[in-house]
């Protein structure tokens, strides 16, 4: 009989933690970022049918970098979690927070007990009453939190994005204009220098909208904002 | 190698893209007839359907629909009955389900209420987990289910009688569809109303309907039709200019679901009552 070999467990997590990152590195990246009505999110994705960005519910947004199978049942569950949540109590007892948590809970068991983690990264947002009470989150491939403030990053290119838009992002809050801009030469800048409006995903939650806050904008639409 | 082996991919066990399913296979308790249809053998309270037919539950309604120059118009009147009591007087028959549709109900109020609220779920559930919104068709396909699903409450005496409308963006016209207890769907391209006015409201609107109503007339007819039926049937509410209760009409059209105002229909039904006075 063969003996197992002995995996230390911090060798066994290391590893899992750089075959998840390798797979994340090679997706492409996103920014969701408040601006004065809510928040903009923005994707570098070609396709003009298979989107990164979608809706969970009235006011909350999920996007996910990494391996698409993966990324998508995260954000079914998370519609059916919040749809039962909405039913079951009321509309406004579904919040960001608590699919964060949730989130966090699956990625992290999974991170830990499954042979292959997850390669995803997930970003979380929640257009609020008031520009004060706008949450985002954070969400990586072992399940660890980080709740932001302002704008963040998802995917390959996150790190070099990020450093940009630290830089570039004005204290005040930005209008809806000034923050697609601030993306669009993160986007150039940070991850392909070639990246054009046509191959941007653009999405909002929009506070001035009545009920369901999120809105896709179609690129016609963006570039009109941009002008 | 054998084929058995070889897992073959099978899209139906798939998460489905509806809330309905998703509830009956995961969470079955949450679903209205989890209460009446399927607990009551196992409490042994098969036998209660029969008597409790007769117990007070809230009862309507007259909802009537019908097509007009724009779209389809929808519209109820307020009042809930509980046997020989009014329960409410201003209680909302016709409900908003997404940007295109709207659905009124007779029946039970509490599991009127409930597959409302369901349905619009329902819809909204599907246009998040596929991206696009069902097609007109899809939807009354999908009230239908839950309606057919229903009916072991019907056998408790729970019926639930949908009226649905919505914009058909594909054909550019408003449509109409109604149902039986069984789940049964049935397309009407003029008009339709349940409930317990509904033949009252069905016998004004065949005299008054025309194909191609323009809106202020529609309007006018819903109203009529409305208060036609308030006349001869004890569960429909007329309207109640004392206490500002007017009939509920909503519009579909091409630019999506709106509320005829207050002051419009204050308007309108005044004008009917003033000209049924004269008569």
């Known amino acids: 009989m063969a003996l197992p070999y002995y995996v230390s467990p911090e060798q066994m997590m290391q590893d899992r933690a750089e075959y998840a990152k390798k797979g994340i590195a090679k997706g492409r990246s996103i920014i969701a ?101 706008n949450e985002l989150y954070r969400i990586s491939f072992d399940g660890s939190i980080v709740d932001e403030r302002k704008f963040t990053a998802i995917g390959g290119r996150s790190e070099a994005i990020l450093t940009l838009l630290r830089k570039e992002t004005p204290e005040t809050c930005p209008s809806l204009k000034e923050a697609l801009t601030l993306c669009q030469h993160a986007f150039e800048r940070g991850a392909d220098p070639r990246s054009s409006l046509e191959g941007l995903e653009v999405a909002l939650l929009d506070r001035t909208r009545k009920g369901r806050k999120f809105r896709r904008v179609p690129t016609p639409e963006a570039s009109q904002i941009l002008a | 190698m054998n084929s058995d082996n070889i897992p073959f991919p099978n899209f139906s066990a798939d998460p489905c893209s509806s809330f309905y399913q998703y509830l009956t296979s995961q969470r079955p308790e949450l679903l209205p007839m989890a209460r009446w249809g399927t607990l009551l053998p196992q409490q042994g309270l098969a036998d209660a359907p029969l008597t409790s037919r007769h117990l007070p539950w809230p009862h309507g309604t007259t909802v009537l629909a019908f097509t007009y120059q724009n779209g389809v118009l929808i519209s109820g009147d307020r009042r809930a009955t509980e046997g020989f009591q009014i329960a409410a007087n201003r209680m909302e028959k016709v ?19 409930e597959m409302a609220k369901l349905f619009r779920i329902e819809l909204e559930h599907y246009e998040k987990l596929d991206g696009q919104p069902l097609t007109c068709e899809g939807k009354a396909n999908r009230l239908g289910h839950m309606v057919k699903a229903n009916f072991p409450m019907v056998l408790q005496g729970l019926v639930v009688i949908p009226l649905f409308v919505g914009y058909d963006h ?54 009529r039709a409305l208060l ?52």
Do not use: W
């Open chain 1, 33 to 133: 970022m408040e601006y004065s009505e809510g928040v903009l999110f923005v994707a570098d994705n070609p396709s003009v049918s298979l989107f990164k960005i979608s809706e969970i519910y009235d006011s909350i947004a999920f996007s996910g970098a990494g391996r698409y199978s993966e990324f998508e049942n995260l954000r079914k569950a998370g519609i059916q979690h919040a749809d039962v949540k909405g039913m079951m109590y009321s509309r406004e007892d579904v919040t960001a927070r608590s699919l964060a948590n949730g989130y966090s809970q699956i990625l992290g068991t999974l991170f830990s007990q499954e042979m292959k983690p997850y390669e995803v990264e997930l970003l979380l947002a929640q257009v609020g009453e008031t520009p004060e009470r």
């Open chain 2, 228 to 279: 036609n039926a308030a006349d001869e049937d004890v569960g429909t509410g007329g309207p109640d200019l004392v206490r500002r209760i007017f009939p509920t009409v909503k519009l579909v059209d091409r630019q999506g679901v709106r509320d005829v105002e207050e002051p419009q229909l204050a308007a309108v039904c005044e004008a009917l009552m003033n000209q049924q006075q004269e008569t």
């Open chain 2, 95 to 113: 409900f908003q389900t997404d940007d295109y549709s709207a659905m009124a109900i007779a029946g039970a109020a509490g599991p009127c209420v």
């Open chain 2, 170 to 223: 594909k054909r550019e016209t408003g449509r109409l569809f109604k149902y039986d207890i069984t789940g049964g769907r049935y397309e009407d391209t003029e008009f339709h109303a349940v409930g317990s006015g509904g033949k009252d409201a069905r016998l004004t609107l065949k005299e008054h309907y025309r194909k191609n109503l323009p809106e202020g007339e529609a309007v006018r007819v819903a109203l």
